[in-house]
């Protein structure tokens, strides 16, 4: 059988190429049931998981009118320093005698300094411009001002100083330079207007005349002749005879002088707050404030009061 098997060859067994092809289909298919049946309890045997609600915050919307803290309290800062040099900066009509335009600038640059000292340079133009008056205001009419140094320059050069100084000049000569002044801030007034003009002797013998023309009898009391006023001695005749206008106005009011003296108020008293310029300086004599005796008897004027000599009012 060997032999016959060595001679004749035997022959290798067929194979069924479609049978072998479907054996492999089902061997696959055997092979995927097997995954999908532990896939599917390996699902059954491990516990879902729960996924957390994630809360996600709306995102943050910046506006662009709303300012951070810092910069809204600045801005309330700025908005209340300008309010500040519109209500008490100094105002200027270039008419009035109260200042040159040069004094006016000294002024209006220390309002500035004051008020609104980190406000925008814009802003504080704005609210300079805003202080003007009359024909301060008409100056501008050609185009506003750059700058406050543009502001500053084109005043002083409309208004100069001897155009002041001569309109100064005419109201002491006519009597009406404290026609307006309050009583109580007649000092005060005179020597402002004194520091607008040039400030040289000339000028200071004309503030003192215009003061003892309003009032002789209380420049009486400071013991010196208006013609020997210099500029370094003005501020000191001005406190004192603010000071003695103030006296003898409550003396009289006290009834302890006769009406009809040289003493006659050109305008109704203010409130009585006394000038500050009354207690700038310290007073050179000495004023007796003590009020005159009451007694009706004209033998002895000074009777009672020594210090204080009384000026001597007409007759009845």
Do not use: C, W, Y
């Given at each position: 059988m060997s032999g016959a098997g060595t001679s004749g060859g035997?022959?290798?067994?067929?194979?069924?190429?479609?049978?072998?092809?479907?054996?492999?289909?089902?061997?696959?298919?055997?092979?995927?049931?097997?995954?999908?049946?532990?896939?599917?309890?390996?699902?059954?045997q491990v516990p879902?998981?729960?996924?957390p609600d994630v809360v996600i915050p709306p995102a943050?919307?910046?506006?662009?009118?709303?300012?951070?803290?810092?910069?809204?309290a600045t801005l309330v800062n700025i908005k209340?320093?300008?309010?500040?040099?519109?209500k008490y900066g100094t105002?200027?009509?270039g008419t009035d005698l109260n200042w040159s335009a040069a004094a006016w600038v000294v002024e209006a640059k220390s309002n500035a300094l004051a008020f609104a000292p980190n406000c925008p340079a814009v802003a504080v133009l704005k609210v300079v411009i805003s202080l003007l008056d009359g024909k301060a205001k008409d100056a501008l009419a050609g185009g506003q001002p750059a700058t406050l140094e543009d502001l500053f320059l084109r005043l002083t050069s409309h208004f100069n100083v001897a155009d002041y100084e001569s309109r100064v000049h005419s109201a002491i000569d006519s009597g009406t330079l404290f026609a307006k002044i309050s009583l109580f801030s007649i000092g005060e007034y005179a020597w402002r207007v004194f520091t607008s003009l040039t400030q040289n002797d000339y000028n200071?013998?004309?503030?003192?005349?215009?003061l003892c023309r309003f009032d002789s009898g209380s420049f009486r009391f400071i013991n010196v002749s208006p013609k020997n006023v210099t500029a370094a001695t003005l501020h000191d005749i001005c406190i004192r005879f603010q000071a003695q206008l103030i006296i003898r106005d409550d003396t009289q009011k006290a009834g302890n002088w006769r009406s009809g003296g040289s003493f006659r108020p050109r305008n109704p008293p203010a409130a009585t707050a006394t000038a500050a310029v009354v207690t700038s300086a310290p007073v050179a004599t000495r004023v007796n404030t003590a009020r005159p005796s009451t007694s009706t008897s004209n033998a002895n004027p000074t009777s009672g009061n020594p210090s204080v000599s009384r000026p001597n009012g007409p007759t009845a």
């Open positions: 035997a022959r290798p067994m067929s194979i069924d190429s479609t049978q072998s092809g479907n054996n492999v289909e089902a061997r696959i298919e055997a092979l995927e049931n097997i995954i999908t049946q532990l896939t599917e309890h390996t699902i059954r879902p998981v729960v996924v943050v919307v910046v506006q662009a009118d709303v300012a951070p803290p810092v910069v809204a209340g320093d300008l309010e500040s040099l519109a105002r200027f009509s200071a013998v004309r503030m003192a005349t215009a």
